[in-house]
Each structure stands twice: as structure tokens, then as C-alpha cells.
């Protein structure tokens, strides 16, 4: 009878860890399973570098309460969690992650200007992806060529004319009756050329009938409009005579009383005629075009932000004092005494207001491009993307 071999001495039947990489079965195995294994771990690796590493947004804003509603999200961060849209600091004050849904879509790199016109030079240098400023200053990067949009207002009012302390000034009526009997130019402080108070309170006083220059040697003109060139310099220039006044934004007007050496002489939004300056178009958000169609997502999700967090600062005025005395060193009384209203709703009293500076800023000759001579119903898709704010209004 033919003896039994056992099948651990057959031939091919060596245990597995005995045979070398040599060996065809096992060899093509194990080079699989090592393949396989490399590309797992380039797999793990590029997920998690793709966590590690979020879409970066460089967004910038101004110190002003006019941009309260981005400084509050900042400033609340997780506790806007139960919005469904928040941000969460990873550096304070320069970089936040943007959640939606619990799912981060970006980090925010925060860029603080000192001007619209800053601001829209940001955007033609590409060093802005998204940025809040005043709509005349992003009217006239349009025009110029900066491809972006409007995605939405950030509030409406919250501009003054301020007189020196000890003024008597109070109302339209004051203002234009003190112009009028000038000897010479009243110099009319402005913070940055393309400012809405700046042009706000020239569009009013063309319209009321005055002359108005920036030529020094014109002795003749009603108002002399002086570049202060930041706000910054407001207060010192009505402290030193350099202006009789300035038109500027709140918190600075409020500010100017609560430090006893200015006087509001007229809220803007009682310009003449009574009721047009009303809920006036002021500060906006605007995003590159490019951003906005690569990230409609992101985009989509600040609009939101912007949103609620203005509902909520309109709800809490006073936490809201609080938070923007911490975050820009104003008096917590000043930003109380403000009559902005917070808001991303573009009514259509709101695009009357927008048609209203286009006009000015042609009367004015402004405009060179896009926008020259032309009305809001004509160049309305040029200037404005509201397909975001109708998911939130």
C-alpha cells in the first residue's frame, strides 16, 4: 500500500509565513496587499489634508456699526449655532471657521480697511474675496472694472452732520438758513471720496439749489466739501477749525456728542425733501464674481449670517452697545444712540435709494464705464446678485 505524505510536507503546501516573496501565489498577494495598503493610506491622508485644510475666504469689513451684524457673528461666534449658520474663532478677531449645518464650508481670513475706497481697492488688487462697504464706493468699483456684485444691504440710515459743541444747529431748516448766509464756503468735512455721507449730503444740497466744490479758490460756492481722509479725523478737525462740520457715520457723530466737543446738527435721513432720505441705502455686502459662482455655497451661507445676526442685533440693542464697545472701543452709549437699522432686505424702496445715487454720482460725473449715464433698470443684473437674500427674506 502506498505510504500517505503528509500535506504539510507536499510540495506547495508550505505554511504561508515559510515561503518567500519569491514565491509566484504568495508574492502577487502580498504585493496587492501592500498596494492596496499604500493606497488606503493616500486615501486617508488626502481626506484628511482636505479637513486640515478648508477653502479659504479673504473677507473684510471696516470699523464702523454699520458693519455690526459681521462684528456681533465674530463676537457671538458658536452661540449663533442655533441659527443653523455660525462662525467659529480660530484666531480672535482674524480668522473664523464658517459652519452651516453643523459642516464647515470655510476659514475666514478677516481684512480690517479704513474706507469704502479702501475696500474696493482691495477687490481690483484680488486680495478681497467678499467685503462689506458703503454701496457708493462699490457702485464705483464697478464702474471701474471690479467684478463684483451686491449681495445685499447690511443696514439702512446711521448718518449725521455734526456742528461744534455749543451749536444751536437742529434740522434742515438750520443748515440750509447758516449755508445761505455765509460769507464764504462752508467747509463740510467728508471721511473718504466715495463715502454715502459724502454723497449723500452733496446729491441734498445740488438738489436743494447750492453750489458745491472741492476747489479751495472758489470763494463764490456755498460749501466747500474738505477730505479728511479717515475717519480717524473727524473729531480732530472739528476740534481745530479745519472744517465747520463733517458728515460721517455713526458710531462718529455720537461719539463726537458723548465727548462734549460735537453737536448733531441733522440726522440725514431728514435731509430735504422730508421722507426721500428715509431707510437710505448705506452699507453693503459685495463678493467677487468669482467667488461667487466657484463657492455659491459660502456665499449663500454669509448671506444667511448676515441675516440673522441682523435680526438678532435689531433684537438686542444693548448687548449689541456692549459688543461693539469691546470690539472697536466706542462708548457703549454711542452705538445706543444710533438710528441704524440692521437689515439684508433690498425693498424696492431700497433700489429707489440705489437710483437715486446713481443719478448723483452721474450728476456728479463719477462714473467713466459701465455705469455712466445709465439708471438702475438698465444695469439692475450688472450691480446686483439678490438670488441669496430671496432664500433668506
Known amino acids: 500500500m502506498q505510504q500517505r505524505i503528509p500535506a504539510s510536507s507536499r510540495p506547495g503546501w508550505e505554511p504561508f509565513w515559510s515561503l518567500s516573496l519569491n514565491n509566484n501565489r504568495v508574492g502577487v498577494f502580498m504585493k496587492k496587499l501592500i498596494q492596496f495598503g499604500c493606497l488606503l493610506a493616500t486615501a486617508v491622508c488626502f481626506a484628511f489634508n482636505a479637513e486640515a485644510k478648508p477653502l479659504k475666504v479673504n473677507m473684510g469689513y471696516i470699523f464702523t456699526t454699520h458693519h455690526t451684524p459681521f462684528i456681533a457673528a465674530m463676537s457671538e461666534n458658536e452661540n449663533f449655532e442655533k441659527f443653523g449658520v455660525h462662525l467659529e474663532s480660530v484666531v480672535p478677531k482674524q480668522k473664523y471657521d464658517l459652519y452651516q449645518a453643523g459642516k464647515r464650508l470655510a476659514r475666514l481670513n478677516i481684512v480690517v480697511s479704513k474706507s469704502g475706497s479702501e475696500t474696493s481697492t482691495l477687490f481690483a488688487q484680488n486680495r478681497l474675496d467678499i467685503g462689506l462697504a458703503s454701496i457708493t464706493a462699490m457702485l464705483t468699483g464697478i464702474d471701474r472694472g471690479n467684478g463684483v456684485k451686491i449681495l445685499c444691504p447690511t443696514h439702512v440710515d446711521g448718518m449725521g452732520l455734526v456742528f461744534p459743541k455749543g451749536s444751536k444747529i437742529k434740522g434742515w431748516d438750520d443748515v440750509s438758513a447758516v449755508i445761505e448766509s455765509s460769507k464764504q464756503p462752508v467747509k463740510v468735512g467728508y471721511h473718504s471720496p466715495t463715502s454715502a455721507p459724502r454723497m449723500v449730503i452733496e446729491g441734498a444740497l445740488r438738489q436743494a439749489g447750492l453750489t458745491v466744490t472741492q476747489d479751495f479758490s472758489q470763494q463764490d460756492a456755498d460749501v466747500l466739501l474738505v477730505d479728511l481722509k479717515s475717519t480717524s479725523n473727524l473729531i480732530p478737525a472739528l476740534v481745530s477749525k479745519q472744517v465747520d462740520c463733517w458728515v460721517g457715520p455713526a458710531p462718529y457723530p455720537e461719539v463726537a456728542e458723548i465727548k462734549g466737543v460735537g453737536h448733531i446738527?441733522?440726522?440725514?435721513?431728514?435731509?430735504?425733501?422730508?421722507?426721500?432720505?428715509?431707510?437710505f441705502p448705506c452699507c453693503v455686502m459685495a463678493g467677487t464674481e468669482r467667488m461667487i459662482a466657484k463657492h455659491p455655497e459660502v456665499v449663500q451661507a454669509l448671506v444667511q449670517l448676515m441675516t440673522k445676526s441682523a435680526a438678532w442685533c435689531n433684537e438686542h440693542p444693548a448687548k449689541v452697545a456692549q459688543i461693539m464697545a469691546n470690539w472697536i472701543g466706542v462708548p457703549a452709549e454711542a452705538v445706543k444712540r444710533s438710528s441704524i437699522i440692521y437689515t439684508t432686505e433690498p425693498t424696492e424702496h431700497w433700489k429707489q435709494g440705489v437710483d437715486m445715487f446713481l443719478d448723483m454720482l452721474n450728476s456728479m460725473d463719477k462714473f467713466k464705464a459701465k455705469l455712466k449715464d445709465?439708471?438702475?433698470?438698465?444695469?439692475?443684473?450688472?450691480?446686483?446678485?439678490?438670488r441669496f437674500t430671496e432664500k433668506n427674506n
Do not use: A, C, M, Y
Open 265 to 279: 446738527g441733522l440726522d440725514l435721513r431728514n435731509l430735504s425733501p422730508q421722507g426721500q432720505w428715509h431707510n
Open 374 to 386: 445709465k439708471n438702475l433698470s438698465q444695469i439692475e443684473d450688472v450691480v446686483f446678485d439678490f
